[in-house]
């Protein structure tokens, strides 16, 4: 076993523990118990029938759960591949189902994947939700690209969101496309585009382009439009995203959004924007005040990874 994979196994195993603590500190004593046998009995023998069994009985075997039961860990411990589980006011339910997921061993990848699968086909919302919010933690990560993409379309709320917010699995595992599809459609459904984990990273030429048009066609309509767009366009700004952002300035939008325009202009590398508002001191204070809300898993200036929005 080489380092890399001792540490995987190590943190899957930490993973593990954490969400069996959380739950059980959340659950009666008998609830907890069947809970822990369940998954104990699916981790040596996941036959299909008994993981569906479990996963869709949850909620009848799961009543006695705090009614403020929601769970949060106070960091995001890896799975197998490496991935944060980011998990932030969870309820009990939702949590318990993922545990059970990660209870399925790693098998051939087509007994494996086709296990998992037909939970996706026959699940319900919440079911699907949970589903979907496992992404980071099953084996075979490449292997569920097209479902990924499958939960951004949806047009399930619960269900969406479990894919688009707080999920390190589309930063990594997406290709362009499929990624920038996940922050437009974010945009459209008005989600809180912060949330989206890899946005620095995975920001991209083709996705500035298409926030432009989205920008044109919600100003024209007189709709709101996110602040955090004008961060994302920020290293992409051209003369025809800057011809908007200069006529909202001067049609003197929201405080958020004229600190978000000033600050991209100041960090832009479009010199007309740059110049734009080292002209007006206003603006060059708005653009010093401006903090940027980017993605989950920066890192500090110790090296400590931050999971908070900035």
Known sequence: MNESTATHKANEKD???AIGSALKANL???EWQW???????????????????VFTSLPRQLKGARKDGWISLTEPYTGPNGLPLIVERWPTVKLARVWVLMAIPKQEQTTYVQLIERLFTYGEMEELAALYAA???YHYPEAWASRCK???RSNIGPVRQAVTLQNAYPGRFLDEGGW??????????????????????????????ALVDYAYERHAAGRRIDPMLWLLIAPFLDERAYHLMTQMLKESGTLSERQA???AFKNSGFGPAKQYVENDAALRKLSDAMETQWEYGRKDEQGTTSYNNR
Do not use: H
């Open 15 to 17: 993973l593990g523990d």
């Open 261 to 263: 325009i000033s600050y």
């Open 150 to 152: 499958e939960g951004i």
């Open 180 to 209: 920038n599809q996940l922050v437009l459609k974010a945009f459209f459904t008005e989600e809180p585009i912060g949330a989206i984990v890899g946005l620095r990273e995975r920001n991209n030429t083709r996705l500035a382009g």
């Open 28 to 30: 009666p004593e008998a």
């Open 35 to 53: 809970l822990s046998e369940q998954v104990a009995r699916i981790a040596a023998d996941p036959q299909q029938r008994v993981v569906a069994q």
């Open 135 to 137: 992404l980071p933690v």
